[in-house]
Each structure stands twice: as structure tokens, then as C-alpha cells.
Nanobody
Framework: QVQLVETGGGLVQPGGSLRLSCAAS????????IGWFRQVPGKSREGVSC????????YYADSVKGRFTISRDAAKKTVSLQMNSLKPEDTAVYYCATVSCRTRGSLGMSPLYNYWGQGTQVTVSS
């Protein structure tokens, strides 16, 4: 019902920038909020940022606040993550997914209905 495809990963030096995009397709592509998770081997998955389908408000993890910006293009069914001032600790595989995106009250994000992209590698290294 929903297919998600990430693009935009790569290798960047510390302090550099990358932009990830998540293109949604399928019958239910307009129904859900979309978020970004990242995972490093041996560590638990981290919710990075999400954007609410309803009002476009965003959630950011403390680790990326002020450096990452999430946006959406409803017409293109695309959600993008602009990552600036990248640090080596941002190195991970980044996944987009359908989420419950809580931007008021108890802030946070969690996967919803198990729609995931294939992942894209981001490596921050000199």
C-alpha cells in the first residue's frame, strides 16, 4: 500500500551537508506522516525527525536539533531531510518510514504500520 524509496546518501567530510529524500508511492502514500530513523550496527535504532501529515509540524531528536531540517512536498509525495554541520557520529544507515509523529505534548516518533524504505548510507569522515 505504501512504497518508500530513499535517495541522497553518501560520504561527506565533518561540517559538510547532505540532503536525503524519501519518495512515497502507492494507494496510501498520502495517508501517513513520514519520519527518518538511523541505525548503526550494534546500536539501537534512533528516531531522527518526522513531519506531521496534518499540519506539517516537525519533531527533531535532540542530537540533530538545529542542524537538520525536515520538509515535505505534498504534490511530489516527497519528504526531505537537509542535514548540515554533519558530525562523525551522524554516520549511519538512514531509513524513512511511516510514523506516528508527535509534535505536541509528549514529543517523539514511532514506526507505524511497518512501511520502510530500503535505507541509504550516510558516512561522515575526513
Amino acid at each position: 500500500q505504501v512504497q518508500l524509496v530513499e535517495t541522497g546518501g553518501g560520504l561527506v567530510q565533518p561540517g559538510g551537508s547532505l540532503r536525503l529524500s524519501c519518495a512515497a508511492s502507492g494507494l496510501l502514500a498520502d495517508v501517513y506522516s513520514i519520519g527518518w530513523f538511523r541505525q548503526v550496527p550494534g546500536k539501537s535504532r534512533e528516531g531522527v525527525s518526522c513531519i506531521s501529515r496534518g499540519d506539517g509540524s516537525a519533531y527533531y531528536a535532540d542530537s540533530v536539533k538545529g542542524r537538520f531540517t525536515i520538509s515535505r512536498d505534498a504534490a511530489k509525495k516527497t519528504v526531505s531531510l537537509q542535514m548540515n554541520s554533519l558530525k562523525p557520529e551522524d554516520t549511519a544507515v538512514y531509513y524513512c518510514a511511516t510514523v506516528s509523529c508527535r509534535t505536541r505534548g509528549s514529543l517523539g516518533m514511532s514506526p507505524l504500520y511497518n512501511y520502510w524504505g530500503q535505507g541509504t548510507q550516510v558516512t561522515v569522515s575526513s
